[in-house]
Every structure is written in C-alpha cells, then in structure tokens.
C-alpha cells in the first residue's frame, strides 16, 4: 500500500514544482496559495508511505537505492517546510520542489521499472523530450543575443555616439524584456524535457541514469538557469553582469552538447 501513497506523494510534489516557479519566479499571490497546500499535502502521504515501509519491511532505517532515495526527499521536503514555517517564505522551494520530486520519481514507479504501453508512445515522449530541451537552448541563445545588444546599445547612448550600424536595434527596455521572457521560457522548457527524460530513462537504466555525464551536465545548466533568473528579478541585473551570467548558462550548454560522446545514454548516431 505504502506505493499507492508514495505516487500520490511524487504526482502532488510535481504539481508543487509547477506552482512554485510563478510563486516565486513571477512573485503571483494566486500561485503561493496552490503551492504550499500541495506540498503539505504530498509531505503527509510521503510520511505515510515511508512509515509503512518501514513497518512492512520491519526496520527502523532505509536500505537499498530507492528507499535512500525516498528518505533523502523526505528530508528536503521536510527542511523547506520548516523554512516556511519559521520565515514565510517559499523561495527555496524552486530548488527544494523539483529535486524532491526527481528523487521520488524512480523509487514511486516501485521494483518494476515502468515500460511504455508501445514504441510509437516511447517515441513520442522521446520527440516531446527532445524539442522542450532544444527549445531551451534556443532561448538562451536568444537572450545571451538581447543582453549582448542591450549592452551595445548603452554603450552607444552613454557616449552619446551616432546610431550608425546599430539604428536598427530596438529600445533597451524591448530588448530587456526579450532577454527576460526568453531566460524564462527557456528554463520552462528544461525543467519539462529533463523530468520527461527521467521518466524515459528509467526503464531502461533506473537511478544509474542520474550519473550519466551528460545528464549531470544538464542538470547543472539548470541550477545556474536557476540562479539567474533569481538575480536578474532581485537585481534588476542588466548589461554586463547580465551577459556574464548569461555567457556562463552558455558555456555550460555547449559543454553538455559535447557530452553527448561521452554519455551512455545521448548519442546523436545516424545508426
């Protein structure tokens, strides 16, 4: 029984996921209010379920992969709790939500890898997988582009220079909310093409997957993802710190392109 509970825990901590990046990222009230209810909600039945557990197993610690995994999610979900409790504020949540809920992920499938129903439905989720994470890198290049003319642009108007070349850039403040709207679609669009990919690799490679190069990689493209849209809505970061930030995201990006030689599961083959 404690599965039933632990995938009812894994489906509210993804909603929470979901909820916690307009929370947070887009500062909506609305959003606050769903957030916290779900992950309440999620915590208890993980409580439940890691409880009976322990009961059916008759042990008072986890052992193996997938019980560490459960318990170490637990833990976080429980830590970000507690921040929210004593300081009201749901920030970490747009760290704490999604890793909870990758690290529940494998372990709520149960000891049977999931298979899907057929090829052409594995297929699918592939293609899905695939275009969310090339659209993310497309957006990132699109707002390293709108930062670097941003930066351009007021260095023309600070030097009080011609127009010349450059007439044909937009005003500063259409090319900072491109920058800014493409940052954000871009890491909507990895947040969904890396829990997508979980789910697929899973069948084949379990917990293993999360130790693929290019997976790490990716993940840690994420979190810098992460921290720069924090800074830039905390800041109001522009111009050069805001291409740095944005050139780092890049950076990284090309280096998990390149894993694709080195990873096990990504291999751009003709075969």
Request: proline content about 4%.
């Given at each position: 029984?404690?599965?039933?509970?632990?995938?009812?825990?894994?489906?509210?901590?993804?909603?929470?996921?979901?909820?916690?990046?307009?929370?947070?990222?887009?500062?909506?009230?609305?959003?606050?209010?769903?957030?916290?209810?779900?992950?309440?909600?999620?915590?208890?039945?993980?409580?439940?379920?890691?409880?009976?557990?322990?009961?059916?197993?008759?042990?008072?610690?986890?052992?193996?992969?997938?019980e560490v995994q459960s318990t170490l999610s637990l833990l976080i979900v429980t830590v970000f709790l507690l921040i929210w409790m004593r300081y009201r504020t749901i920030s970490f949540g747009v760290f704490a939500l999604p890793?909870?809920?990758?690290?529940?992920?494998?372990?709520?499938?149960?000891?049977?890898?999931?298979s899907f129903s057929s090829s052409m439905v594995r297929s699918g989720w592939i293609a899905t997988h695939v275009t969310l994470l090339l659209a993310a890198y497309a957006a990132l290049i699109f707002s390293l582009l709108a930062?670097?003319?941003?930066?351009?642009?007021?260095?023309?108007?600070?030097?009080?220079?011609?127009?010349?070349?450059?007439?044909?850039?937009?005003?500063?403040?259409?090319?900072?909310?491109?920058?800014?709207?493409?940052?954000?679609?871009?890491?909507?669009?990895?947040?969904?093409?890396?829990?997508?990919?979980?789910?697929?690799?899973?069948?084949?490679?379990?917990?293993?997957?999360?130790?693929?190069?290019?997976?790490?990689?990716?993940?840690?493209?994420?979190?810098?993802?992460?921290?720069?849209?924090?800074?830039?809505?905390?800041?109001?970061?522009?111009?050069?710190?805001?291409?740095?930030?944005?050139?780092?995201?890049?950076?990284?990006?090309?280096?998990?392109?390149?894993?694709?030689?080195?990873?096990?599961?990504?291999?751009?083959?003709?075969?």
């Amino acid at each position: 029984m404690y599965l039933l509970w632990l995938r009812v825990a894994a489906v509210l901590y993804g909603l929470a996921s979901v909820s916690a990046l307009p929370a947070v990222l887009g500062d909506r009230p609305r959003w606050r209010r769903v957030c916290m209810p779900l992950t309440i909600g999620g915590w208890f039945f993980h409580f439940v379920a890691f409880v009976e557990m322990l009961v059916a197993a008759h042990r008072l610690m986890p052992v193996g992969m997938h019980e560490v995994q459960s318990t170490l999610s637990l833990l976080i979900v429980t830590v970000f709790l507690l921040i929210w409790m004593r300081y009201r504020t749901i920030s970490f949540g747009v760290f704490a939500l999604p890793l909870a809920f990758l690290l529940i992920l494998v372990p709520a499938i149960g000891a049977d890898k999931y298979s899907f129903s057929s090829s052409m439905v594995r297929s699918g989720w592939i293609a899905t997988h695939v275009t969310l994470l090339l659209a993310a890198y497309a957006a990132l290049i699109f707002s390293l582009l709108a930062s670097l003319f941003y930066l351009a642009q007021e260095r023309r108007l600070k030097n009080r220079q011609s127009p010349g070349f450059l007439e044909w850039l937009p005003p500063l403040d259409t090319m900072e909310q491109i920058a800014q709207t493409t940052l954000v679609l871009g890491f909507y669009c990895m947040t969904g093409g890396l829990l997508i990919g979980s789910l697929i690799a899973q069948e084949h490679m379990g917990a293993a997957y999360f130790l693929d190069p290019k997976v790490v990689l990716s993940f840690v493209m994420w979190v810098l993802y992460l921290v720069i849209l924090f800074v830039r809505r905390s800041t109001g970061l522009r111009g050069k710190r805001a291409v740095y930030l944005s050139s780092a995201v890049f950076l990284v990006m090309l280096c998990v392109w390149a894993a694709n030689l080195f990873s096990s599961v990504h291999r751009f083959t003709t075969q």
